[in-house]
């Protein structure tokens, strides 16, 4: 792969400094060490008592990484630059419910604000809006400039401090994108999250969708996956699904739960009541469930379609406790399209390109958002699973704490830290009552794909796997060739960690490009960034 | 500031789901169609009744929507000859020319 080069290329000026470097005045904002804060963050005594100070939780996450320049102790190194200059704007990545709450903060606090979102429209996957009906239901504050159809493909550290993010703006993987890169000293991540779709003979045929997919087509689109669609997979995200598929007239043949989610519930009920805005939806789709007679089934899955060229029916199991198929539980049943949803997996390429520490899977971050990179928060579905309304409490917490980074005075946002902090109860309650059972590999057979994009089948990845003794991602990557495709490890990624036992499954993140460019795009001349011109 | 809007939002005004923006015309493998702003390729390719409009590589197996948000590419398309376009994330535009893809294509 040569695409890191490219990447630099793209980028301008590797190893110089661009514009930052004739800035004078700025001297001494060079780090001072590893889990050094830059100077000039808060100033001392500011800090809420509710929160640590902005990278406070990074001391106990580790180094930042190759994600900054090397720290010198003297600030003599003369390879770190002055960094980027404190009136930089706060640019958000992603403008969901986390980003979104974000920029407002942000820009309720006097800072400039670039959104970035690859969307057609504000909104995110929550409040996707139908890119139909020509009005748009969010208003952001004067002082954030949205940029919709823009998508971040790179991020680099600026040495001395700060990232400069790539973005390109236009007609989505076409041509003639216009490229552009900003400086910022305050990164806020709110990339989200997508479905996790576990394999299962037949899974590739065109009728099986996401539950996402789905979700996205019907509420961004009026438009229905199938006639009669079966829903199946984990989570309470799958009523929703039910819901929108019912309200673009789709008949749903069922909801298929593969857990058992009533009795882990009760485990911890605290923890679950931490959520009961959650529960007050949930209980909505319920009733519409049963309204519409949709039966609700649970330890049952989706574990084979069938069809020549497109799903025409699918194979439904009972489960035992650790999901393998109840013999002689399977059933066949006529439908044109099934839609499974596993829980999510958090878009994490950006997160790892600025080097952020993960926990679990999931972006590490702090009481303020921080991250485990000096000046980069992060928010939403990145740091964990817990639905809208906590997302946005983050992306408050993080806006808020970004603009501090830049000098905004502000109070703690107490009642967003709050709800906040009951959204983490949440989501790891969330993340205990829906887990993925092992059992699931044994739903495949010999030829079932793996790897949608390569075609790689599971006997063939168990093969290669062992027959070259593969370790790591790395290596099964490259002897399997799952994850090298099209998407890049983004579907295949955490079954294939799974399937073979590699410890690190976010590693398949870890990839040079966030989001597709073509290859004249690479190739073009960096634009400069209009915001970050002598100040 | 930058070409903000174009496209979807210039309809205006618009209600809620089916009323349309402004109507388009674009050809979907060689047959002109009329449609409106808005849409995504893949919302007006399953809207016609298509579920799949491209070959593997490999296999030369059938692919169309998969993930319905930008992730997966199977649902890849040639748009104005460029081919790898994801549908579900491109909108359509007046005078588009969307072309099934058939394993690996070379741009136009
Ligand atoms: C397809 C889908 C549909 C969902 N629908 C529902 C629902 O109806 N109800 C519900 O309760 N929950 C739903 N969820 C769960 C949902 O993820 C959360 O409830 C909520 O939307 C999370 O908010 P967020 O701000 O963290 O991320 P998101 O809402 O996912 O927003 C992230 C945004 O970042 C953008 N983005 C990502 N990477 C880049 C990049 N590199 N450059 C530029 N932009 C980027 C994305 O386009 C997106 O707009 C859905 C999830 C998915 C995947
Ligand atoms: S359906 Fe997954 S990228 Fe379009």
């Known amino acids: ?535 | 500031m930058r070409r903000r809007r174009r496209g979807p939002e210039q309809g205006g005004g618009a209600g809620a789901a089916g009323r349309a923006g402004s109507l388009l015309i674009v050809r979907v493998d060689g047959e002109e169609l009329v449609t409106e702003s808005g849409q995504t390729v893949a919302g007006l390719l399953l809207a016609l009744g298509r579920v799949s409009w491209r070959t593997t590589r490999g296999g030369g197996r059938p692919r169309g929507v998969f993930c319905g948000i930008g992730v997966c590419h199977d649902c890849l398309v040639v748009v104005n000859g460029a081919p790898d376009v994801r549908a579900c994330q491109r909108l359509v535009r007046d005078g588009d020319d969307i072309r099934t893809q058939d394993g690996a294509e070379l741009p136009a």
């Open chain 1, 1 to 535: 792969m040569s695409a890191p080069e490219e990447n630099g290329q793209g980028a301008g000026e590797p190893g110089g400094h661009g514009p930052a470097a004739e800035r004078t005045g700025v001297a001494g904002q060079v780090a001072k060490g590893p889990g050094a804060d830059p100077p000039d963050a808060d100033p001392p005594g500011a800090d809420p008592p509710g929160a640590e100070p902005p990278g406070a939780g990074r001391l106990g996450a580790g180094p930042p990484g190759a994600s900054t320049a090397g720290p010198d102790p003297a600030g003599m190194d003369r390879a770190a630059g002055p960094g980027v200059p404190r009136r930089s704007p706060v640019v958000v990545i992603g403008g969901g419910p986390a980003g979104m709450a974000a920029a407002r903060a942000a820009a309720r606090l006097g800072v400039r604000v670039l959104l970035v979102d690859s969307g057609a429209a504000l909104g995110g996957q929550y409040h996707r809006q139908n890119s139909l009906a020509g009005r748009d239901r969010f208003a952001l504050p004067p002082g954030v400039e949205h940029l919709p159809h823009s998508v971040v493909w790179a991020l680099e550290p600026v040495p001395g401090g700060g990232h400069r993010v790539h973005l390109r703006t236009g007609p989505a993987d076409g041509p003639g994108r216009t490229g552009r890169s900003v400086e910022t000293r305050a990164l806020v991540l709110a990339t989200g999250a997508y479905d996790r779709a576990l394999p299962f003979p037949g899974w590739d045929l065109p009728g099986v969708f996401t539950a996402g997919a789905a979700q996205a087509l019907a509420k961004g689109q009026g438009v229905r996956v199938g006639e009669r669609v079966l829903l199946a997979g984990t989570g309470p995200f799958l009523l929703p699904v039910a819901a929108s598929l019912t309200a673009v007239g789709a008949e749903v043949a069922g909801v298929l739960e593969a857990g058992e989610p009533v009795t882990a519930w009760l485990h911890r009920p605290a923890d679950a009541a931490a959520g009961w805005r959650k529960f007050g939806e949930l209980a909505g789709y319920a009733a519409l469930l049963a309204r519409r007679r949709i039966p609700y089934r649970r330890r049952t899955a989706v574990v084979a379609a069938h069809g020549a060229d497109r799903v025409e029916a699918v194979t439904t199991a009972r489960l035992d406790a650790g999901w393998r198929i109840v013999p002689g539980s399977e059933r066949r049943t006529p439908v044109d399209a099934v839609c499974v949803g596993f829980g999510f997996v958090p878009q994490l390429e950006t997160a790892l390109a600025a080097g952020c520490a993960l926990d679990g899977g999931f972006v590490a971050v702090d009481a303020a958002q921080a991250t485990s990179v000096p000046g980069v928060f992060a928010a939403g579905e990145l740091t964990g699973v817990g639905g809208a309304a906590p997302a946005a409490a983050e992306g408050e917490v993080a806006g808020t704490a970004a603009a501090r980074l830049l000098g905004a005075r502000a109070a703690p946002p107490a009642a967003a830290l709050r709800r906040a902090r009951a959204g983490r109860r949440f989501a790891a309650a969330l993340a205990r009552a829906y887990p993925v059972r092992d059992g699931w590999r044994t739903w495949l057979r010999e030829d079932t794909l793996v790897c949608r994009c390569e075609e790689v089948a599971y006997g063939e990845l168990h093969r290669s796997v062992q027959e070259r003794d593969a370790l790591g991602v790395r290596a099964v990557k490259l002897v399997s060739r799952a994850g090298l495709g099209q998407c890049q490890g983004r579907v295949c990624g955490p079954n294939v960690a799974c399937l073979t036992g590699v410890p690190d499954a976010a590693a398949f993140a870890r990839r040079p490009i966030a989001s597709p460019v073509r290859l004249g795009e690479l190739a073009e001349p960096p634009e400069a960034d209009p915001e970050a011109r002598p100040q």
